[in-house]
Nanobody, 124 residues
Framework: QVQLVESGGGLVQAGGSLRLSCAASGRTFGSYVMGWFRQAPGKEREFAAGITWSSGSTAYADSVKGRFTISRDNAKNTVYLQMNNLKPEDTANYYC?????????????????WGQGTQVTVSS
């Protein structure tokens, strides 16, 4: 049974930092890409960052490029999202997800597995 468990969300002031973690279990993810998505109230879920488990190649949405960094720890089966210089518009529920690496990992529909989400709130 695949499980993705996010942690690390919270309330932070604008300009601050948070690090989200996603602990993955239940299968081997070597041929998968791990993605971080976010969803604000009344908006669609959107891609924030992704990383291929095997090579560590990364991709970012333009809105977070230069501020967010995605990484993974193979030994711990954990993916991280370091978020710096946070802005109020980053406020959202953040989800970790896993997709086969051959799919286009910018799309929600590509992902087979999802975590429960962790809330990030950035105050101005």
């Amino acid at each position: 049974q695949v499980q993705l468990v996010e942690s690390g969300g919270g309330l932070v002031q604008a300009g601050g930092s948070l690090r989200l973690s996603c602990a993955a279990s239940g299968r081997t993810f070597g041929s998968y890409v791990m993605g971080w998505f976010r969803q604000a109230p009344g908006k669609e879920r959107e891609f924030a960052a992704g990383i291929t488990w095997s090579s560590g190649s990364t991709a970012y949405a333009d809105s977070v490029k230069g501020r967010f960094t995605i990484s993974r720890d193979n030994a711990k089966n954990t993916v991280y999202l370091q978020m710096n210089n946070l802005k109020p518009e980053d406020t959202a529920n953040y989800y970790c997800a896993a997709a086969p690496a051959y799919r286009n990992y910018y799309y929600v529909a590509s992902y087979d597995y999802w975590g429960q989400g962790t809330q990030v709130t950035v105050s101005s």
